[in-house]
């Protein structure tokens, strides 16, 4: 079901926690609203469901406005951080409730309610768990429960609050691949929330990331990766380096060191902000053009890559990242000095705030 | 951890001697003894003299003084007022902690502090204020006169002044419980397609079901009991506007002690009644609530 987003505001007294959304959800797509505690994210999310009422603007469903619509009418399937299960149910009474609540012509049997409860507890791999009270469960467990529960009612959408907020990370890794796979299979839209940027770019279609009420980008995870609409998406997206930097003549300086950059040509000196990934920057043993100089502060080579860090000629620690192959070869120690490379940095112009 | 253990090996309650961590000897017996000896002169004590001074003239006298007609007539009218006290404040406690807990709305605090007025007012008071909301003075009681209806110094005004002084004890009950356990069942029941009404029965109420019945214990026990409000409205008419609390008053002014006891000796039953139900909903919602927070394999 396609899902249109017309103009929503809403207030909390004085705060506007979604300052004129616009968005379009096609059917059968898993997008991710991503951004910082505050951003309005959940808030969208509650409002798409109808727990809360926007102060002004419009949701429509399959091209319906549903705003003035009640929660019990939507027929969304929503999924709570904390999952939210009926804590004196078993699994079974759990899963049946939204089942077992509907007006006695619509209601399917017991045994066709159990039926559905057996082949939902299959879907999410939890059969035989029925009798259990949520309390004996572990969190992935509630957490696929509560899934099960909210699709027991056959919902057009379904909508996740920080799904795996909750889980440890091991647990969050499988259980988002978990998702995805299962969104292949039932085809159907899904929205979710989450504040973890890894998340976001791994599981869905497309990406909408939030700020402060607004939407500052909604893309592909690719788009809004490698072509972040402004600082602010390509701060959140990821580890950056920040540097303040003066343009002139074409070439850009921090402090007084020419890094390289390529700069459109700009006709007066000017400020501007360089953004750059720490595995985009590169350390070598000597000087290379454009290249500036430090010494070696931090060092970490735990993990995927080893983690540098350095402290520049103009006194600011820079984050590097070095490929173990690479972190080997150069031999790298503590105190050393080293010089460090720009190969694809972002510039964005000052007077763009965060 | 080593409560599995002790329980395993059947030595549970016994304490781990920790002598690092105790007081000397002395201290210790000290402040058992005062404990004690407070615990016989104020409880204890007070509750052998009204047995004791109940049965001073036998069995018999004893029986006699609960079954002559006016102890009938208090001990009806205690269980009436109880009767429609209790079922008047578990409606308005629920509801009353179901808009504060569920609904923002403005005036919140200050419903949340009227709620408590009973509480802090002196029960004479409160008897007053219906004295002279509804006594013949107020232009109110003219009109109640004209119309032929009774309130004060009858039963009517006996139940109204115990409904506004016990009302506090299930919604502060509540409160506090369907604030900690938040809305997120609610919506989750909602997004299912569940009206309010089964939110209500379905989600709502077995979850605050022991916190409810934990209030009404308390507000049944204090609608029993109450002196202070009813003595002012009901007008101590005997067999007719007495509750036991108040025959116990008059048997007492006319120096009947055995008889007066003995009609005490009710409410002690009461009190007794009320203390092993309400430990026993504490043991309940105890084990309710063991089962049914994350880590209940831990004891």
Partial sequence: ?354 | MSGIVGGKLGVVGREVRRPFLSEPRWVRMLLTTVALVFLASFLALPIAMVLAQALKKGFAFYLHALSEPDALSAIRLTLIVAGVTVPLNLLFGVAASWAITKFDFTGKKFLITLIDLPFSVSPVISGLIFVLLFGAQGRLGEWLGDHNIRIIFSVPGIILATVFVTFPFIARELIPLMQAQGNEEEYAAVTLGANGWQTFWKVTLPNIKWGLLYGVILCNARAMGEFGAVSVVSGHIRGLTNTIPLHVEILYNEYNFTAAFAVASILMLLAFVTLALKHWVEWRAAKDAASSEPGAETP
């Avoid at chain 1, 804590?87 to 209601?107: K, S, T, Y």
């Avoid at chain 1, 990821?238 to 540097?243: E, I, R, S």
């Avoid at chain 1, 595995?279 to 995927?304: C, T, W, Y």
């Fill in chain 1, 1 to 354: 079901m396609s899902i249109g987003i017309h103009q929503i505001v809403k207030k909390f007294g004085n705060f506007s926690a979604l300052k004129g959304i616009d968005l379009n959800i096609e059917t059968g797509e898993l997008l991710a609203l991503l951004g910082p505690s505050g951003s309005g994210k959940t808030t969208l999310l509650r409002v798409i469901a109808g727990l809360e009422e926007a102060t002004s603007g419009q949701v429509f469903f399959l091209g319906d406005d549903v705003s003035r619509q009640k929660v019990s009418d939507r027929g969304v399937g929503f999924v709570f951080q904390h999952f939210a299960l009926f804590r004196h149910m078993n699994v079974l009474d759990n899963i049946a409730f939204g089942l077992r609540v509907r007006p006695r012509e619509q209601r399917p049997s017991e045994e066709k309610i159990k039926e559905k409860v057996h082949e939902l507890l299959k879907l999410v791999r939890l059969d035989g768990l029925a009798p259990r009270f949520p309390s004996q469960l572990s969190g992935g467990q509630r957490q696929r429960v509560a899934l099960a529960r909210a699709l027991a009612i056959e919902p057009k959408v379904l909508l996740l609050d920080e799904p795996f907020g909750s889980l440890d990370s091991k647990v969050r890794k499988e259980l988002r691949q978990w998702l995805r796979r299962l969104h292949d299979r039932l085809h159907m839209t899904t929205i979710f929330v989450t504040h973890d940027q890894e998340e976001a770019l791994e599981v869905a279609d497309r990406v909408v990331v939030m700020n402060e009420g607004r939407i500052e980008q909604a893309g592909t995870p690719d788009e809004v990766y490698h072509k972040p609409a402004n600082a602010f998406v390509y701060n959140f997206l990821g580890n950056v380096n920040l540097f303040h930097c003066r343009l002139e003549g074409g070439k850009a300086y921090i402090a007084n060191t020419p890094v390289s950059i390529k700069v459109g040509v700009s006709p007066e000196a000017q400020k501007a902000k360089i953004y750059i990934r720490p595995h985009l920057l590169e350390i070598s043993r000597f000087s290379q053009p454009d290249s500036f100089k430090g010494v070696i502060h931090f060092l970490n080579s735990a993990g995927s890559v080893a983690k540098v860090e350095v402290l520049s000629e103009w006194g600011e620690i820079v984050q590097v990242e070095v490929p173990q192959e690479q972190f080997r070869s150069l031999g790298l120690k503590k105190g050393e000095t080293v010089f460090v490379t720009l190969k694809d940095a972002k510039l964005f112009h000052e007077d763009y705030a965060i």
